[in-house]
């Protein structure tokens, strides 16, 4: 029985591995259907979101069932219980992506946003794709490093996403109002997609070391 228990566990950490790397798959895509307004790239993003939703039911089925049958307890109650919180978090970052491809479909063959901000999306997509793949290794390794990395470029994330909004209340924004909302709404998404990595990392890092950082993202 043991070593049944033993292969469950490892199996839900490589189940949250495979739902992480659907996801940095699909964060790649999103941003650059966003940045280039390739509508094919969005749509896969928005066809391949279910599977992404259908990967993380049934790991929490799997941790559900482990909880009822294995009755784990010390440091394996708690890697089943964050896989259950892990996975709700990248189940959302998988929406978020669906939600950045829906507004490049939306407003093809035109960008979603005025030239003026391109920029500053362009580098909040790279650091959202970076974050993506860092947390995959994190999740794959455990490595206490690629946490603190991950927290340092959410914090890049959330200056640029303060950039967005200063541009768009300020006097010289001549955008329509459609494209405030535009870019309000996509700066808002890229930010809490780094934001949600953040908490999966926290929750890494006190598998790893007993520590609990505090929530203040």
């Known amino acids: ?13 490589d189940r949250l591995v495979e739902i992480a790397g659907l996801v940095a798959e699909s964060i790649d895509k999103a941003t650059r259907a966003f ?22 039911i049934t790991l929490d089925e799997l941790a559900i069932t482990i909880l ?9 109650l708690r890697i089943v219980v964050s896989a259950l919180r892990i996975s709700a978090s990248l189940e959302r970052m998988g929406d978020i992506a669906r939600h950045i491809a829906q507004l490049a479909r939306y407003r093809f063959p035109d960008k979603v946003v005025p030239k003026s901000l391109r920029g500053t999306f362009a580098e909040m997509g790279r650091l ?4 993506a793949q860092r947390l995959v290794e994190l999740l794959t390794t455990e490595d ?4 603190e990395y991950i927290r340092d470029e959410d914090d890049k ?16 924004w001549k955008g329509e109002a459609s494209d405030t909302v535009d870019a309000t709404l996509a700066s808002r998404y890229h930010e809490r997609f780094a934001d949600h990595a953040v ?3 926290k929750k890494v890092l006190y598998l790893a070391t007993g520590d609990w950082a505090p929530d203040d993202a």
């Open 128 to 131: 959202d794709v970076e974050i």
């Open 1 to 13: 029985m043991r070593e049944v228990f033993q292969q469950e566990m490892r199996e839900v950490q």
């Open 68 to 76: 009822a049958r294995q009755q784990p307890v010390a440091r394996d």
């Open 35 to 56: 940045n280039e307004s390739d509508v094919t790239l969005a749509e896969e993003v928005i066809a391949d979101d279910p599977r992404i939703d259908h990967a993380t």
């Open 144 to 147: 206490v490093k690629l946490a």
């Open 199 to 201: 908490s999966i990392a």
């Open 157 to 172: 994330v959330d200056a640029l996403h303060l950039q967005v909004f200063d541009k768009v209340l300020g006097e010289t």
